[in-house]
């Protein structure tokens, strides 16, 4: 394809993957096997809030690896970006599962988060592969630690999410060390100060909205 065609893909892909209940995953869904609990409405709703937001930055994650795929340079970190949306493509299938057992819907900002990532992701590649793979280090760093906090609130009934999230942060904590195994290159403080406001922001908005 070329650059034209690329970019309508893109639109194309961000689309569905922001508004549409994407359900496609390869993997099995962590909280297949495990009864849904009777949990009682508020920790019902604190998980759907909690989970809307764990959808929001799997939209967003997809946004940042199209675009940083679509800019990188070299081929192997095409291809390694291209690998790890794929993989991300499955938390996204297991938040609109649990979103939906929830008997709830994702944010309304999805198509925003999506837009602004993939061109944070979009910038990154252009800058070079070494800091095009820092900021995957980076922001999966930061969403391990997202996960764990989350983790902390959920009711320990709660076994469906729970299971899920678990899984969630074992897969970003492996993208984040195979990113610095690649020579991803340390980001400056105050670009890591600026994606973690972004992230809180995203944060707080998608657990209301």
Known sequence: MNFVDQIISEIDKGIKFSLDNYQKENRQYPAADINDDNLSEFDRNNSANL???NHSGE???QGLYRGQALTARLEGTREKMDHAALEELDHLSWCNKRLEELNDKP???SPIWYGLSFG???IAGAAGD???LGFVHETEEQVVTH???HLDKLSTEDKKTIAILEQMRIDEAQHSQEALESGAEDLPEGIKKLMSVIARV???SSYYI
């Open 51 to 53: 989970m809307r937001v």
């Open 107 to 109: 944010s309304l900002l």
């Open 120 to 122: 944070m992701g979009a």
């Open 147 to 149: 996960l764990e906090g």
């Open 59 to 61: 939209v967003a994650a």
């Open 130 to 132: 070494k800091w095009s």
């Open 202 to 204: 995203m944060t707080k």
